[in-house]
């Protein structure tokens, strides 16, 4: 684990919060401003949530459990759910136990890590966090649920893409522990989003083609004209609406935000990636996870700095595709493209098949993906 930040991973950004909290109507303006103030008590506590597992070679099997903090805001509440147990007849408690299951058997049998540490950690979830809190939160050790408002948000649990997203940032801690500011910061937001597809769309068996590429689908209430808190496949048309306000992610560097809220933005541009993502996957075809996945997979755990860009990410993805497919392939091809439509330069690297560097990239030809052992 490197690079301990004090920040807090949740799938509502704040900047939706803000803009709700701004709103004439008190009840929906308290909830969110109760729920960004808590957010900040979390934040603050986070650094004492990051401890170091202990390590061991044992082949540890799936463990899961699941604590109530009957609307209380304590962690981690009372143990209501875990292994091998009696289902209880709450929705909340039995998604969020099979929402970080499907997590973990995606991550242990497409790329054989043994849970989100890589050591078997336990897999520690608190619902009913507060009262009508509005987020889902992954704190550095546990996930934490609110069950929103029930107006603007449903509640969290039921979106296996969110809870995919959030424990990937448990990935990310025990990995690359990229920081969480920038451009680096929205890279970080960025790999959650597309593990957080991947582990939806591999326990659909959905194809790229047949993935909505949607983050937080159904998550909006029935009045909120919005279809998702992300799109992948077109940010900044996921929600247009007159109290969460307007999606306002580009899909292109000529649109980056340079801001200081939202810890510069990193909500905001992880569009630009996230689109880029989308593109390859739908230029190689087939199951994302697969092929795309296994880049993604190889370059956030052993190729890159804490402090990485979307340049040089873009760059080692390049390199670790032509080093798993081939350099010059269509593999290769396909994922340079990507980066290139959306406008992030790949950099020169030297790698073991080759040198990929700076130069025009032709349409990538279409890819029968395979799975890698």
């Known amino acids: 684990m490197r690079n301990i930040h004090q920040y807090l991973c949740s799938v509502i950004p704040p900047h939706i919060l803000q803009k709700v909290a701004g709103h004439s109507d008190d009840n929906i303006a308290t909830t969110a401003r109760g729920t960004l103030t808590q957010m900040e008590v979390l934040a603050a506590e986070r650094v004492h949530a990051l401890i170091r597992p202990e390590r061991t070679d044992a082949v540890l099997p799936k463990r899961r459990n699941i604590y109530d903090a009957r609307h209380r805001e304590l962690l981690p509440g009372k143990l209501v759910m875990s292994e091998h147990k009696r289902r209880p007849k709450d929705a909340e408690v039995n998604e969020a136990y099979d929402g970080c299951g499907a997590t973990h058997d995606f991550y242990s049998a497409v790329f054989n890590r043994r849970s989100i540490d890589g050591a078997g950690m336990r897999l520690d979830s608190t619902v009913h966090y507060g009262v009508q809190f509005d987020n889902a939160m992954w704190n550095g050790r546990q996930m934490i649920y609110g069950d929103g408002d029930g107006v603007l948000f449903n509640r969290f649990t039921a979106q296996l893409?969110?809870?995919g997203h959030e424990l990937t940032h448990g990935v990310t801690q025990y990995t690359a522990g990229l920081a969480y500011y920038g451009q680096t910061g929205a890279l970080n937001e960025h790999i959650s989003d597309a593990f957080g597809i991947m582990v939806?769309?591999?326990?659909?068996?959905?194809?790229?083609?047949?993935?909505?590429?949607l983050i937080g689908a159904g998550l909006f209430g029935p009045?909120?004209?919005?279809?998702?808190?992300?799109?992948?496949a077109a940010p900044g048309t996921a929600y247009d609406d007159p109290v969460l306000g307007r999606d306002p992610q580009p899909s292109h560097m000529k649109d980056y935000v340079d801001m200081v809220e939202d810890r510069g933005g990193v909500h905001i541009n992880s569009g630009i990636p996230n689109h880029a993502?989308?593109?390859?996957?739908?230029?190689?075809?087939?199951?994302?996870w697969t092929v795309l996945g296994h880049i993604w997979y190889v370059t956030l755990t052993r190729k890159l700095p804490a402090t990485a860009d979307f340049g040089e990410f873009a760059s080692q993805t390049v390199a670790v595709a032509g080093e798993l497919y081939g350099a010059g392939g269509a593999v290769q091809r396909a994922v340079a493209e990507a980066w290139a439509t959306v406008g992030v330069p790949v950099h020169r690297i030297t790698t073991r098949s080759g040198v990929w560097g700076q130069r025009p990239v032709s349409r990538a030809a279409k890819w029968q993906p395979h799975r890698v052992r």
């Open 161 to 163: 893409e969110v809870i």
């Open 223 to 232: 009045g909120v004209n919005g279809k998702a808190v992300r799109s992948m």
């Open 200 to 213: 939806k769309q591999y326990k659909l068996g959905l194809t790229a083609s047949q993935s909505d590429w």
């Open 277 to 288: 993502f989308y593109l390859a996957a739908m230029s190689i075809g087939g199951e994302p």
